[in-house]
């Protein structure tokens, strides 16, 4: 009782108050964390799109041949293939909160030796420098996205990935308004979006080392019991049911849709403006803005299919992108230019859309080994789409680029391995 008579506040109201009011500046936190990981998605995609709207300078500057294009992507986009498993499993292990910032600075690097590069052997080299950025980006910022998710696992996950597939289709519109009309050596002013870039991820990265110091505080005065840790867990699947058989397996089988989707999108992606500059005569910057209209139907794409696959699942939706986009793709080599970019924004739309369902997907059939399946889906992304660049630009030298429009939509008919996925990635049923 207080002095007047009248009943003290209950304690209890007093600790609700307070918790309320601590989530709800938690919540702020870590959605501001989010949206500056997206941030530097934009850019960091964005400088790196600029790498194959350079190619139609490069070729003329340089009289470089389909497969010497080819080659640049295959530089481009291995080193992050090839490097960003490795970092993922390293930093499963061992998280690094300023690797983020360090990452960038690989970018900032290669876009300046870009810059200045005046040989063919120095301009791989940059591409390779571009490349690594990513290998490290990627992994620890799709790690760092899922901290700060507070369980809500697919929306952070979705606005990771759509900042970067609108840094995507941003770097052809500024290529077709700087770069083409300004040369190589424009690439020198988005040095600057690097630079921005790597001063917010500083931020991210002191956020993400007292998150993580605060966490073994509470460890070590014994708040994280083990029970306790299941049930934060509990969110999405912690323990996986299917053999190691089926899991390798099932890995296969996203590896075979990820490769099928990624070499035709390399093909629409690396060497869209050539086909209409050869097919229809257009002007550099006509056809770069085919590309961007071609890369905004990723973007919406990639939305579309984070909606629908919370929906009706994952596996509907790996079976409508990779075999629904078919029929449009077969299409497109017949199509007059009209039809050309509808039919190749209707591609983008229809196959952006497996992307977040293979990897929530792997996910759950991989728990506990974010940054392994980030590093690994996100890197092949990277490297099937360099194998394929280089492998359809020999083939372009050898017949022609509107015969390898004609052979690559067959390739996804791999789409029919989704048969062969379980259909729930954490139980055997």
């Known amino acids: 009782m207080t002095a007047g008579g009248a009943p003290a506040a209950p304690p209890a109201a007093t600790t609700a108050t307070a918790s309320t009011s601590n989530t709800a500046s938690a919540n702020s936190t870590t959605f501001a964390v989010i949206l500056s990981l997206s941030f530097c998605h934009l850019l960091n995609d964005m400088m790196q799109s600029l790498v194959p709207a350079l190619y139609p300078i490069l070729k003329d500057s340089y009289a470089l041949s389909f497969g010497q294009i080819g080659l640049i992507t295959l530089a481009f986009q291995c080193t992050a293939s090839m490097l960003q498993p490795v970092v993922g499993m390293y930093t499963d292990k061992h998280p690094q909160p300023y690797s983020l910032m360090v990452g960038m600075g690989f970018t900032l690097v290669g876009l300046l030796l870009m ?52 840094g995507s289709a941003a770097g052809p ?46 460890e070590s005065k014994g708040a994280a019991k083990p029970a306790a840790r299941g049930k934060a867990g509990a969110a999405g699947p912690t323990i996986s049911t299917l053999s190691r058989r089926r899991v390798t397996g099932a890995v296969l089988v996203l590896v075979a849709l990820l490769f099928s989707k990624n070499v035709y999108s390399a093909s629409l992606g690396s060497y869209f403006t050539f086909y209409l500059i050869e097919k229809f005569g257009v002007e550099v910057q006509t056809a770069q803005l085919y590309l961007f209209a071609f890369l905004v139907g990723i973007v ?24 629904g986009a078919l029929p449009f793709a077969l299409m497109l080599p017949y199509a007059n230019l009209f039809w050309t970019g509808v039919l190749a924004v209707a591609v983008a739309m229809i196959m952006a859309s497996a992307f977040s369902a293979i990897l929530v997907y792997a996910q759950e059939l991989l728990p506990g080994r974010v940054g392994l399946v980030a590093g690994m889906f996100f890197g092949f992304s990277f490297g099937l789409g360099g194998l394929g660049a280089a492998a359809l630009g020999q083939l372009a030298d050898l017949t022609s680029i509107e015969t390898v429009y004609k052979l690559t939509p067959f390739l996804l008919l791999l789409g029919l391995l989704t048969a062969f996925l379980p259909r729930h990635p954490g139980r055997a049923a």
């Open 115 to 166: 810059s200045q590069a005046d040989t063919y052997p120095l301009i791989l080299f940059a591409a390779a420098l571009i490349g690594m950025g990513s290998s490290v980006f990627h992994p620890e910022a799709s790690r760092v996205a899922r901290m700060a998710a507070g369980g809500r696992y697919g929306l952070a996950q979705s606005l990771f990935q759509v900042g970067g597939n609108m």
């Open 173 to 218: 519109l500024l290529a077709a308004f700087i770069v083409v009309p300004a040369g190589q050596r424009s690439i020198v002013w988005f040095s600057g979006a690097a630079f921005v870039a790597m001063a917010v991820l500083f931020q991210v990265g002191g956020w993400y080392s007292r998150r993580r110091a605060e966490s073994k505080r509470a």
């Open 300 to 323: 919406m794409g990639t939305i579309a299919g984070g909606v629908v696959g919370d929906k009706v699942g994952r596996i509907p939706v790996m079976w409508f992108s990779i075999v």
